[in-house]
């Protein structure tokens, strides 16, 4: 017995911001599959983790949200990195009293 569905992702080309990008597409579920995500997908293998979107809309606006995502990580981490330099300030200026 076998419940196990296998996706036969077929990659298709859309159009998104002006540029066609590739993306992967299921006929037998009618999925679409982030291309970052998957990056494999199109060579047909199958991915256990990734984000499938009923509509292409949906698609778009979540590779929308890997580029804002993107750049808010670069954005954490610097501040992070303030945050560090400034415990260290804080020490030497207690160690001058
Ligand atoms: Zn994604």
Request: aromatic share 12%.
């Amino acid at each position: 017995m076998s419940t196990r569905w296998t996706p036969k992702w077929k990659a298709i080309e859309i159009e998104y911001n002006n540029k066609k990008t590739v993306v992967c597409y299921d006929e037998t579920t009618k999925l679409y599959v982030c291309p970052i995500c998957s990056p494999n997908c199109a060579k047909g293998v199958s991915t256990d983790y990734s984000s499938y979107f009923f509509n292409l809309e949906d698609l778009k606006r979540h590779l929308d949200a890997h580029k804002e995502g993107f750049w808010l990580k670069k954005r954490i981490r610097s501040e992070e990195e303030e945050e560090e330099s400034k415990i260290s300030f804080g020490e030497e200026e207690g160690e001058e009293e």
